[in-house]
């Protein structure tokens, strides 16, 4: 008996790797990327679209670098691995949709804005029965007084 403790345990000993940390995509549609890059590639809109604004303005002063750097970017785009300006790739091809905070605050404002839109919508219809019950006095009037020359 040794009065040592065991060494404590360390699974990289054994061969087994440390878990992979998924990379973050960026928030950008590689699929309006890819849109893009088709259309107007040569003139970098689709570097525009990403955020890299001054790759793109060097895209479109060159126009795609003889079209070698456009090409080059639509492949690494059909890749999915064409990164925006954060150095995110852009992957899905879906368009993000923007998320606002869930919390109390923002539901209650939203509940609020509705509230104010449907009294603004009953209001506004109740101005147009009242507009449309004076173009038809109006019209009654007119009525009346060419009745009247004419007899």
Known sequence: MTSRYPASYDPRDEGEEEPVTPVRASSRSRGVALVLGTI???????????????????MAVSLGGGTIWWLYDMVVL????????????????GVAPVTA???ADESRQVTQLTEQLEQVQRQLGELAERVDFAERLLTQQRERERLSRGS
């Open 40 to 58: 107007g590639g040569i003139f970098g809109l689709h570097r525009f679209y990403t955020g890299r604004v001054e790759s793109g303005i060097w």
């Open 78 to 93: 059909i890749a999915g691995e064409f990164r925006d300006a954060e150095g995110l790739p852009v992957r899905e091809w």
């Open 101 to 103: 905070g869930r919390g």
